[in-house]
Structure formats: structure tokens, C-alpha cells
């Protein structure tokens, strides 16, 4: 994906080489801040050569890049991002079984759309203690079909692919305008988020997607205002992005994986979620935390730290307290819109 149309409260140094300085939190506004992470390097897909810094927000605990690229150094910035990769990528090619198994799965989950052949390959995935975590994870806990359903920033497809044999209507909004021609030629109705507008859908959707999408755009309230738009009332907004106030960047710092400067605009704690989505109108109703987030970011943080220091983080790693809503490595929320 690539940046929305930046906000009035930003102004550019053209001297910077594509870099505009960004004075305030993009979650509450606030231009009181402290020093956060600093010489954050994009270590994890090497798409920029700069060092960044974060702040963090006195007022809601939000982290946000000091300076941040525009124009031809963010399109660099997400050359070889791996949404734009994966779309291609052999290894998302299933093997039939699999996707059958897979399909047959997501079908005995939803009553009333599983014949008798997924009933069967629900109860033997059952029986055998089949790990279906990763699995159930990827429905993003999407209400059952048949439903109206939208990823915003839906990258190269992964969620559709999911969903792909259950009776969904599926539509997307994607920045990157090679993945819209691709997910065109296989179907999938993806309007481009570059030229849509707030008036698009209205009251339409009876679920929305935003997966890792919310902390690279520059105005993350209106992005909210318009799902919030497009929802029907009583639908509900399916949220994951990394947390501000994660265990993982208390110990990895500047090497965490959650802060991928400089595609990441800004991170919130989960107050400052909150507050956003209230704002928006949205009643917080849950946050699920995923179990196997911590080990996977870890693992990648670890990896991206000098070897001089990995006696050290595993220490930390070790004496860290059990993952909560506050500390999670991810916020992943459910959000609804009030039926009034
Ligand atoms: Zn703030």
C-alpha cells in the first residue's frame, strides 16, 4: 500500500530528500512528545537506506515517526514490501488437497453451508487434535456467510484466498495499483484507494477488514470515519496493527519487528485505539489475543539484533510478564458500529 493524501497539520523540508517532518500524534493530535525509538533502520525489507525516529505521544502513548517519506521515496519504500510480493509468491500456491481440506474446514465451522463431506473432515481435524489456530486466525473473525464483506488495504489477496469456497461477497480497497489489476484479472472487485471516496458505499458492508493497514496511513481518524461510513449499523470493524505498548518493543527497541520505519506512520496503544474508534463513533466490543504472535515477532526482532546482544534479549525475553490486552504484541479489536 501507499500513503492516503498527507494531513494539513504536516509540512514538507523539501531539503530532506523526500522526508516531511511530522509534529504531531496521528492518534490524538497532541505535539507533546518525548523521545520514543530512535535509529530505526528498515532492516526487515531494506527498501530504504535512511535511520528514523519515533516519538511518543505525552498524551496517549502513541508512537509516530518524526520524520517520514513522501512522493518517490514512500513508493521505494514499499517496492519490495512483501504484500506486493506475495501475490506471486509459489508458495501461497496451495495444493488442491490442502485448499479442499482447508475450504472443507471453514465450511463446518458456519451451520446451514456444510455438506456432509465437511462435516466429516471437521470431525476427523477434530478427533486427530489438528492445530487449527492459524487457520481460524486467517477468517479474522469474520461474522458467518452469507455476508457482505470489504478488506481495506487488501494487499495481494491473502484474506480473499481464505474465504475462497464459502459464499461471501467479497470486495477490496488496495493502494498499490499493480495489485489491482492483478486481483482484477482473478475476479475479485478492488476499487483503488488512491481515488475512491467516503460516499462510496453507504451503510453497505456487514463487515470490514483493516489488517495491518491502519498505522501506514497519515490521518488514521478519517480512515476510521469512512469504514464507519460504509458499515451497516450493527456491523462490525476487524482491526490488527502492532502495539505501541507491546512486551517485544520494551526489549528489541529500535530492532522490533513491529516498527518496519519508515512504512509504519504510527502505532497506538490500545487507549489510544480506543479513544480513536470512539471517536469514530465504533463501541470497542472485544480484542482477541493472538497466542502465537509474541514467539513469531520475537524470533524476527532477535534475528534483526546484532549477535553481540542476543544473550542479553533472551534474558529479557524470558522474565517478561504473560501477554495481555495491554501488552500484546498485536492489538487486534473488534469494533462495531451502534445500530442507532
Ligand atoms: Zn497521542
New binding site residues.
Given amino acids: 500500500m501507499q500513503h492516503l493524501a498527507t494531513s494539513g497539520a504536516l509540512h514538507r523540508d523539501e531539503s530532506c530528500n523526500e522526508l516531511e517532518d511530522c509534529a504531531a ?1 496521528l ?2 493530535g ?1 505535539a507533546e512528545a518525548e523521545a520514543g525509538v530512535e535509529g530505526v533502520e528498515d532492516v526487515f525489507f531494506r527498501a530504504d537506506p535512511g535511520s528514523f525516529d519515533l516519538r511518543r ?1 505525552r ?4 508512537l509516530w515517526l518524526a520524520q517520514r517519506p513522501f512522493g518517490a521515496r514512500l513508493v521505494k519504500a514499499y517496492s519490495s514490501y512483501h504484500t506486493h510480493t506475495e501475490h506471486n509468491d509459489p508458495v501461497v500456491a496451495p495444493h488442491p488437497l490442502r485448499e479442499w481440506l482447508r475450504g472443507a474446514y471453514y465450511r463446518s465451522l458456519f451451520k446451514g453451508i456444510a455438506g456432509p463431506l465437511d462435516r466429516l473432515a471437521g470431525a476427523v481435524i477434530a478427533a486427530v487434535g489438528y492445530d487449527t489456530s492459524g487457520l481460524d486466525k486467517e477468517l479474522r473473525e469474520v461474522p458467518p456467510p452469507p455476508a457482505k464483506v470489504l478488506d481495506y488495504g487488501c494487499g495481494g489477496g491473502r484474506f480473499f484466498r481464505q474465504l475462497r469456497g464459502l459464499p461471501y461477497q467479497l470486495y477490496g480497497v488496495e493502494y498499490d495499483p499493480h495489485l489491482l489489476s492483478a486481483l482484477a484479472d482473478e475476479g475479485v472487485e478492488v476499487e483503488d484507494a488512491a481515488t475512491i471516496r467516503d460516499d462510496r458505499w453507504d451503510g453497505e458492508f456487514d463487515y470490514i477488514t483493516l489488517a495491518h493497514v491502519l498505522e501506514h496511513v497519515p490521518d488514521p481518524d478519517a480512515l476510521l470515519r469512512r469504514l464507519f461510513r460504509w458499515l451497516k449499523p450493527g456491523a462490525a470493524l476487524y482491526i490488527e496493527l502492532p502495539n505501541a505498548s507491546a512486551c517485544g518493543l520494551a526489549i528489541f527497541g529500535r530492532h522490533w519487528r513491529g516498527l518496519e520505519a519508515p512504512r509504519h506512520f504510527a502505532l497506538p496503544t490500545r487507549a ?1 485505539l480506543a479513544n480513536a474508534l470512539e471517536r469514530a463513533g465504533f463501541i470497542l466490543e472485544r480484542q482477541v489475543i493472538d497466542p502465537a504472535a509474541r514467539s513469531l515477532l520475537w524470533q524476527e526482532s532477535l534475528a534483526a539484533a546484532p549477535e553481540a546482544e542476543h544473550a542479553a534479549l533472551r534474558r529479557n525475553m524470558a522474565s517478561v510478564p504473560d501477554e495481555n490486552e495491554e501488552n500484546a504484541e498485536l492489538l487486534t479489536v473488534i469494533a462495531r458500529r451502534p445500530l442507532r
Fill in positions: 500524534c492518534f490524538c497532541s505521544c498524551d496517549c502513548g502513541s489510544a
